[in-house]
């Protein structure tokens, strides 16, 4: 049935079971589409959790006559947004590796699971990256200004030490939260083995960022120029999709280095890689997808009513 024509009445022969199975770029937009407004619903819940950072304006402006009050108000804000963003960032990836691996998912069950299973470790991971972003606007800030002052060139040198450190820290969380919600390792191995995996896989690393990186400008672009069509995309894209994209991109990694070694010594196979698929002996049924003759539209004519 085609969901953009008038044909409504005629079935096509269906997909066999033996079609081979999709890879590449056609597996990630076929999840995508599969998964479309699960994602958007996704997008939704996890913005709330930036809720603090949209109250500062209002909250903080309506002290603006009680200083103390406002600095008060100000730090809880930022502080409750650091303690969650990370458990929140957990739970999110824990609802989308079940969309790649092509596991059935209840969207707010189990954004909640991850959200409450890793929040010890997962708050602690969302607020260290918050200083370290913090940190890297301080050193834009800060050391130009202090090579302007001197007048000596060597105040870039940290600044660009500190952007490079800053540079593997975003390729280490693209390893970090997966780790976190796919295995029980403890904080410390998943910031080792996270730091080894953001050397290791760089073509992938960098293929995350850049399309990061160009998805987020585009999103300042609209914010800057087009806000009545950012504030519309914002709340359901594109945080979703970019963690999804790292995910897909990143996953795999994951499994090769640090999943399947450890499935091997045990002397199993990764559940995850296993074909659930059920064999010609345990079929009820023959599956007739693509063998199938399709049924025609029927044609229209005058018939007798029953009444």
């Avoid at 076929?30 to 304006?57: A, Q, S, T, V």
């Avoid at 202090?146 to 280490?172: C, D, N, Y």
């Avoid at 199993?268 to 345990?282: G, R």
């Amino acid at each position: 049935m085609g969901l953009f024509s008038k044909d409504y009445e005629s079935a096509g022969v269906g997909i066999s079971k033996n079609a081979p199975k999709k890879k590449g770029a056609a597996l990630f937009f076929d999840i995508i589409g599969r998964k479309l407004w699960k994602m958007m619903e996704l997008n939704l819940l996890y913005m709330l959790f930036f809720l603090p950072l949209i109250m500062i304006l209002p909250i903080v402006g309506a002290l603006r006559n009680h200083e103390t009050a406002a600095i008060i108000a100000l730090a809880v804000l930022i502080l409750l947004f650091m303690l969650l963003i990370g458990p929140a960032t957990a739970g999110l990836t824990k609802v989308l590796r079940l969309f790649f691996i092509n596991k059935h998912s209840f969207i707010v069950r189990d954004f909640f699971n991850g959200f409450k299973s890793n929040f010890k470790n997962a708050a602690i991971v969302g607020f260290l990256n918050c200083l370290i972003i913090l940190s890297a606007i301080a050193s834009w800030k800060v050391y130009p200004y202090l090579a302007a002052q001197t007048g000596s060139k060597a105040m870039f040198i940290p600044m660009i030490i500190a952007f490079s450190l800053f540079l593997v820290i975003i390729m280490m969380n693209h390893y970090i939260y997966l780790m976190m919600i796919a295995t029980s390792l403890s904080l410390k191995n998943l910031i080792k083995n996270s730091f080894a995996l953001a050397f290791v896989a760089v073509k992938q690393n960098f293929f995350v960022f850049i399309i990061s990186l160009v998805t987020l400008a585009i999103m300042v672009v609209l914010m800057l120029w087009l806000m009545p069509v950012f504030l519309l995309l914002v709340p359901f894209f594109p945080a979703a999709f970019l963690y999804f994209l790292n995910c897909f991109v990143c996953y795999p990694v994951v499994q090769k280095y640090v999943i399947n070694p450890y499935y091997t010594s045990i002397g199993e196979v990764n559940p995850e890689l296993v074909d659930e698929t059920p064999t010609a002996e345990e079929r009820v049924f023959e599956d007739m997808g693509g063998k199938e003759a399709p049924v025609e539209k029927r044609k229209k004519g005058k018939g007798k009513r029953i009444s």
